[in-house]
C-alpha cells in the first residue's frame, strides 16, 4: 500500500490503487467532530433550564470545546507524523466517542464543560490527521477535488449542527446532543481500521516550549475577552485584572511566534509554511470564516427561541435554507477549485455572506414573517459553498509531502482559534447589547422559551431583538477581513502528475506539488 520511508524527506507519497474509501471514512469522522462545534448552540436554553446556568457559562461549554481543540492542534499533527496517522486518528474517535458520553450524563454545568475538554482533545488529534492522510495518499492532479470535498464537510457540518441538535432536543433531550455521537464514533471507527491505510513515519523533536506557550497565551486571550463584562473590566481576583489577562495573552502568543523564529531545531510552527502567499492568506480566511459562523448561532438562536418562542427544532429549521443551498452547490464549486482562481471563487463567496449578514441582522425584529429571515439565511448558504473548499484546496496545493501533519496542524489551528474568539467575543457582544438596552438574561425565563413558548414579556421582545440584530453585526465586519486576504490570492500552479513508482526525488516532486 505505501513505499517505505524516504531518506530525503522522512515521507513518501502513498502509493493507494483507490483512496476514495479511506477519504470518506475520514470524512464521517471529521463531519461528527465538527457538528459539535455548532450544535451546542440551539439547545443553550434547554441547558441554562436544565442545569440552572447562566448564559455566559453555557457559551463556555463551546468555547472549552473550542480552546481544546484548537490549542493541542499542532502538536497532535506532528504526533500523527512520529507514530503515525491511522493510529492517532482511531485514538482521537476512541477519546471523542467516550467524551460525548460523560458529557450527556453530566448534572452540573462545570462537569459538561470539563466533558467538552476532553472530548476537544480528541477532536484535536483527529482533524490533522484527516488532512494530512489525504494529502499522502491522493496525486496532486486529484487532490484538489479530494481537499474540496474535505472542506465542504467543514462548512456543512457547522450549518448541520444546529439543525440536527433542534430535532434531539426536542425529541430527546438536551443529552441527546452528546449521545447521538457514540454509535457515529463506533462505525467512523470500524470504517477507518478497515479502509484508511497506514503510512511511513518518521521522528520528531516536539517543541514543548511552543506547546506550553501557544496554550497559556490562548486561554489568557480568550478568558480575558469572554469573561471581561462580567467582571466590569476590572479585578478578576487579587491583583489578576481583565486587562492584565488579555495583555498577558497577546504577550505570551508574541512571544510563542518569536520561539517559533528562533528555534533551529524543529519549531511547532515551521515559519516557512507562510512563504507560501496563498497558505498564509487560507490561514487568515479560514479563521474569520469560523468566526463568524461560531458566533452566529448563538444570537440567532437565541432570538429565535426566546422572541418568536420557537421550539428547539422549529428555531434550527431557520438553518435548513443555508444548509440545502450550501450542500446543493458544493459539488458544483467542488469541481471549479481546480479550474477557477482561488480569488474569484472565494471572493463572490466571502462578498455574498457579508451581504447576507448584513440583511439578516436588518430583520431580525420580533414581527419579521419567516420568509424574510429564510432569504439571507439561503444567501449566506450560497455563499459559504464557495468559501469552505475553495480555502481548503488553495491552503493545501502546494503543502510539501514532509510538512504534511505540521501545515495541516496549523491551518486546523487557526480554524480553531477563530471559532474559539467567535465564540467568546459573541458572548461579550450579547451581554453587552443587553445590558445597553436594558436588559439582562434571566436564566428563570428559559424554561417556557425552550418549550416552544415566549420566554420573554411583551415590552422585552424588541429590546432582546435589538440586542440579538446588533450582536450579529460583528460577523460581518470579520468577514470583511476574510475578504481583503483572499482578494490577494495568486493564481495556483498547475499540478504535475506523476506516475505511481515515480524514482525522481520526492523533495523535488513535492515542491514542484
Not at 513518501?12 to 477519504?23: G, I, R, T
Not at 510539501?400 to 458572548?427: C, D, F, H, K, T
Request: glycine share 8%; net charge negative.
Amino acid at each position: 500500500m505505501t513505499q517505505s520511508e524516504t531518506p530525503s524527506t522522512g515521507v513518501a507519497p502513498a502509493q493507494v490503487s483507490n483512496p476514495w474509501p479511506a477519504l470518506w471514512a475520514l470524512v464521517l469522522g471529521f463531519f461528527m467532530i465538527m457538528v459539535d462545534t455548532t450544535i451546542v448552540t440551539v439547545a443553550t436554553p434547554a441547558i441554562i433550564e436544565d442545569l440552572d446556568a447562566e448564559v455566559n457559562s453555557v457559551v463556555w461549554v463551546t468555547s472549552a470545546y473550542l480552546l481544546a481543540y484548537a490549542v493541542p492542534v499542532m502538536i497532535t499533527g506532528r504526533l500523527g507524523d512520529r507514530f503515525g496517522p491511522k493510529n492517532l486518528y482511531l485514538a482521537g474517535l476512541v477519546v471523542f466517542t467516550l467524551a460525548s458520553l460523560w458529557c450527556g450524563m453530566t448534572s452540573t454545568v462545570e462537569g459538561l464543560i470539563v466533558a467538552r475538554v476532553v472530548q476537544g482533545l480528541g477532536a484535536s488529534m483527529i482533524t490533522p490527521q484527516t488532512m494530512a492522510i489525504i494529502t499522502r495518499i491522493f496525486p496532486a492532479d486529484r487532490r484538489g477535488q479530494a481537499m474540496a470535498l474535505w472542506g465542504a464537510t467543514a462548512g456543512v457540518a457547522m450549518l448541520v449542527g444546529p439543525l440536527l441538535g433542534g430535532v434531539l432536543v426536542d425529541a430527546f433531550s438536551w443529552e441527546w446532543i452528546f449521545f447521538i455521537n457514540v454509535p457515529v464514533g463506533i462505525v467512523g471507527i470500524a470504517l477507518a481500521v478497515r479502509n484508511v491505510p497506514r503510512l511511513p513515519t518518521h521522528r520528531h523533536r516536539f517543541d514543548w516550549l511552543g506547546v506550553v506557550l501557544s496554550g497559556v497565551g490562548m486561554f489568557l486571550l480568550v478568558f480575558g475577552i469572554q469573561e471581561g463584562h462580567q467582571y466590569d473590566w476590572g479585578t478578576v481576583t487579587g491583583f489578576i485584572t481583565v486587562p492584565l489577562l488579555i495583555g498577558g495573552g497577546v504577550v505570551v502568543l508574541t512571544a510563542f511566534v518569536l520561539w517559533q523564529h528562533f528555534n533551529r531545531q524543529e519549531p511547532l510552527v515551521p515559519l516557512r509554511l507562510f512563504r507560501d502567499r496563498n497558505y498564509s492568506l487560507a490561514n487568515v480566511a479560514i479563521a474569520t470564516i469560523s468566526f463568524t459562523f461560531t458566533a452566529l448561532g448563538f444570537p440567532l438562536m437565541l432570538y429565535a427561541q426566546l422572541v418568536r418562542g420557537y421550539s428547539p427544532t422549529e428555531s434550527a429549521l431557520l438553518m435548513v435554507p443555508m444548509a440545502v443551498l450550501s450542500i446543493v452547490l458544493a459539488p458544483g464549486v467542488g469541481k471549479l477549485t481546480d479550474r477557477v482562481h482561488p480569488r474569484y471563487l472565494t471572493g463572490v463567496g466571502f462578498t455574498t455572506v457579508a451581504v447576507s449578514l448584513f440583511w439578516l441582522s436588518a430583520v431580525t425584529t420580533p414581527d419579521s414573517a419567516v420568509w424574510e429571515l429564510a432569504l439571507p439565511m439561503a444567501l449566506m448558504g450560497a455563499g459559504s459553498s464557495a468559501i469552505w473548499a475553495p480555502l481548503t484546496a488553495t491552503a493545501t496545493r502546494n503543502l510539501p509531502l514532509e510538512m504534511a501533519g505540521a501545515g495541516s496542524g496549523v491551518y486546523n489551528a487557526n480554524r480553531q482559534i477563530g471559532a474559539v474568539l467567535g465564540s467568546a467575543a459573541i458572548a461579550l457582544l450579547m451581554d453587552s447589547r443587553l445590558s445597553a438596552n436594558g436588559l439582562t438574561f434571566d436564566p428563570a425565563a428559559a424554561p417556557e422559551g425552550a418549550a416552544g413558548g415566549a420566554a420573554l414579556p411583551e415590552q422585552a421582545l424588541a429590546p432582546f431583538s435589538s440586542a440579538m440584530s446588533e450582536s450579529i453585526l460583528i460577523a460581518p465586519a470579520v468577514v470583511l477581513l476574510g475578504l481583503a486576504a483572499v482578494l490577494f490570492f495568486t493564481k495556483p500552479k498547475a499540478p504535475v502528475a506523476r506516475a505511481a513508482n515515480s524514482e525522481e526525488d520526492p523533495e523535488v516532486v513535492a515542491a514542484e506539488q
